[in-house]
């Protein structure tokens, strides 16, 4: 696993090719997940003495359902719109790995850099994954990006008008 992520820092294209294609490394791109959605709880731990600890679980939690939601959006953008021969498990293997840059992502000096890492890294992967060549690998991280982005801003905006509508009562009831 660390020759693969030394791979992945250094953008080896033969190694982002072999994690797609290897359906054991599903299980290495969890662990490396998870451990990358850790370093910034556990430091802030650090840092407040244990106080975030707490919120390790929910982190890890949120950290792979967003994973598998981008992955799923990946393989699907590859698929219909760039016709790319590739499914969701290659995707969680390269977007799990190319997680490693996320590493930086709590340290606001650097977190910029931390997430174009990502990107590139992503797109690397997808690249290796659908046989792409590189534009068609960008756009479908774009895309994907793209759409993901107005899940969650469709998603924001429900819950506000949800509790909004909630809070209704209580408000007309003074």
Avoid: C
Avoid at 16 to 41: C, F, H, M, N, Q
Avoid at 60 to 67: D, I, M
Avoid at 88 to 100: A, D, H, N, W
């Amino acid at each position: 696993m660390l020759d693969r992520l030394r791979g992945v820092v250094t953008f080896d294209a033969s190694v982002y090719r072999e994690i797609a294609k290897d359906e054991g490394a599903t299980g290495s791109a969890v662990l490396v997940l998870v451990l990358v959605s850790l370093a910034p709880v556990l430091v802030m731990s650090l840092i407040n003495r244990g106080a975030d600890l707490l919120l390790a679980p929910f982190h890890v939690v949120g950290a792979l359902l967003a994973w598998f939601l981008y992955a799923v959006l990946l393989a699907f953008v590859a698929r219909r719109f760039f016709e790319g021969e590739v499914d969701t498990e290659q995707m969680l293997r390269v977007s799990g790995y190319s997680s490693v840059f996320n590493l930086v992502s709590f340290i606001p000096v650097v977190q910029v850099a931390g997430v174009m890492l990502f990107i590139v890294g992503t797109v690397l992967g997808v690249r290796e994954a659908a046989e792409f060549d590189a534009l068609k690998a960008g756009l479908t991280v774009l895309v994907t990006l793209a759409l993901g982005l107005s899940l969650v801003l469709a998603l924001g905006i429900l819950v506000a008008l949800l509790g909004g509508v909630a809070l209704l009562p209580r408000f007309n009831s003074r």
